[in-house]
């Protein structure tokens, strides 16, 4: 159950981000607002790169290792840094540059792409519910495109001290009236 309702909440950070980026980015609305599922894929995707829904995750090793040649004990807390990997120009053509036809050119590496943890979901430190959450976002991307609203004047910068961080106002949007029944 906790792996359906975790990343349902996340969906809702990671909607609040696809929304910052269209506000950002507006050039993206349209075809988003087609329904192109391949570049609604990709838009959930560079979301989850490109936004630091958690700028680092932590944990601890369970057992004795060695990193780059560097020995970690057992029980040692480990960070890792996911905003900065995704912002890593060795792996990143444009790291800083919202762009989600990276994502289009070529599949997402396991280990390149760790918003939600790394490894694999079944003996890592990965949410198994990682399919569930990129399934929404992409269908909520495209309904987000296809809503008429504003956005008044709040403050939008993201802080990376926080975790889960969002942009300091939220996201505040005022939605037209829709016509129709």
Same mark, same amino acid.
């Given at each position: ?6 990343? !349902? ?12 980026? &269209? ?24 979301? /989850? $790169? ?7 995750? @932590? ?9 780059? @040649? ?5 029980? !040692?807390?480990?960070? &890792? %840094? ?11 053509? $444009? ?6 036809? #990276?994502?289009? %050119?070529? @599949?997402? @590496?396991?280990?390149? &792409? ?5 490894? %694999?979901?079944? !003996? ?8 569930? !959450?990129?399934?929404?976002? =992409?269908?909520?991307?495209? =309904?987000?495109?296809?809503? $008429? ?5 709040? %403050? &939008?910068?993201?802080?990376?001290? /926080?975790?889960?961080?969002?942009? /300091? ?7 037209? #009236?829709?016509?129709?029944?």
């Amino acid at each position: 159950m906790l792996n359906v309702i975790r990343p !349902t909440v996340a969906v809702a950070w990671y909607v609040t981000f696809a929304a910052h980026a &269209l506000h950002r980015w507006p050039e993206h609305r349209p075809r988003l607002r087609d329904g192109d599922p391949a570049f609604a894929e990709a838009f959930a995707q560079e979301v /989850r $790169r490109f936004y630091p829904f958690a700028p680092y995750v @932590g944990g601890r090793a369970v057992q004795d290792l060695t990193w780059r @040649g560097e020995p970690v004990p057992e029980g !040692t807390m480990i960070l &890792l %840094d996911v905003y900065g990997q995704h912002h890593d120009e060795a792996r990143w053509k $444009r790291p800083y540059s919202f762009r989600p036809e #990276r994502f289009l %050119d070529a @599949g997402v @590496g396991r280990d390149d &792409l760790i918003p939600q943890g790394g490894g %694999d979901p079944h !003996t890592g430190h990965r949410c198994p519910g990682e399919a569930v !959450t990129v399934g929404l976002l =992409r269908e909520l991307a495209v =309904r987000l495109a296809r809503l $008429r609203y504003s956005v008044p004047p709040q %403050d &939008l910068r993201i802080p990376l001290r /926080r975790i889960p961080t969002l942009p /300091r106002s939220g996201f505040v949007m005022a939605v037209a #009236r829709q016509s129709g029944g």
